[in-house]
Nanobody, 122 residues
Framework: QVQLVESGGGSVQAGGSLRLSCAAS????????MAWFRQAPGKEREGVAL???????YYDASVKGRFTISRDNDKKTVSLQMNSLKPEDTAMYYC????????????????WGQGTQVTVSS
């Protein structure tokens, strides 16, 4: 069983930055692929960024060049640095973990955090 706890959400003006973090409680963190998803009100949950076991990274087109995902295998954490935030980035952000790498599908991720709210005002 893997528990994920996100932190770092908040409110910021457009153009600002936030850093989200997710701590995992598991002995096998290095075997997991990690991802950040988000869900805006009235919209489906969507993938934002993926990071594989060896730190290969992938981004949704809407955030590429503005967001950076990284992981620390010793600390068992994954982070999402969000720069140049836009009002359309407003959403609940979720950390996810799974053993099937390379998928944007929610079903590929076995474990989810509770979410952290990000609000960007114009």
């Amino acid at each position: 069983q893997v528990q994920l706890v996100e932190s770092g959400g908040g409110s910021v003006q457009a153009g600002g930055s936030l850093r989200l973090s997710c701590a995992a409680s598991t002995y096998d963190y290095r075997t997991l692929c990690m991802a950040w998803f988000r869900q805006a009100p009235g919209k489906e949950r969507e993938g934002v960024a993926l990071i594989y076991r060896l730190s290969n990274t992938y981004y949704d087109a809407s955030v590429k060049g503005r967001f950076t995902i990284s992981r620390d295998n010793d600390k068992k954490t994954v982070s999402l640095q969000m720069n140049s935030l836009k009002p359309e980035d407003t959403a609940m952000y979720y950390c996810a973990a799974g053993t099937s790498c390379g998928s944007w599908s929610q079903s590929a991720y076995n474990y989810w955090g509770q979410g952290t709210q990000v609000t960007v005002s114009s």
